[in-house]
């Protein structure tokens, strides 16, 4: 704790280093750890935005970077985290009916045969499941597809 009682920022931590990520961790799923390859690629990233006056950002949410007492990132798998054949997608900025079934199709059939598509809206937006013939589909669609955009329409 600081003298103000204030909880002093993990920035004085001893720093770890990164070649691995664990994201949508902590009570509200909105923390990530990234594990670099070298010590000094951590040092530099979280020095870099603690002297920074723009704040780092991903996909435009301010994120607040800091050391953790962790020096590896460890993967427990649990029986939800075992990969299936069937692809849970957030849709950003997309309300129902901007994006077709067809086109939905039309992307995710390239990785291999679409047996299902389920589409609904939930709090976190548009999203569909996407059902594959086998696990080695669906991650390799999932893989490829993350963070991509997906047109809004099939004349698009």
Do not use: W
Not at 65 to 88: A, C, F, K, M, T
Not at 110 to 130: D, N, P, R, W, Y
Not at 134 to 145: I, K, M, Y
Request: overall charge neutral; proline content about 4%; hydrophobic content about 35%.
């Amino acid at each position: 704790m600081s003298t103000s009682g204030q909880p002093q920022f993990r920035y004085t931590q001893t720093p770890s280093k990164v070649v691995n990520t664990k994201c949508s961790v902590g009570a509200n799923k909105n923390q990530a750890f990234v594990e670099f390859a070298e010590l000094s690629q951590a040092i530099s990233l979280v020095s870099y935005y603690v002297s920074s006056s723009e704040p780092a950002q991903v996909r435009g949410k301010t994120v607040y970077v800091q050391y953790s007492n962790r020096h590896e990132i460890v993967r427990n798998r649990s029986s939800g985290d075992v990969p299936g054949n069937v692809l849970l997608v957030s849709l950003e900025g997309v309300e129902p009916g901007d994006v077709s079934i067809d086109v939905i199709h039309l992307v995710f059939s390239a990785f291999g045969f679409v047996h299902k598509i389920a589409t609904f809206e939930k709090a976190a937006g548009f999203q569909a499941l996407i059902q594959f013939s086998d696990v080695e589909t669906a991650s390799q669609a999932g893989n490829q597809l993350d963070g991509r955009s997906v047109p809004r329409h099939a004349d698009a």
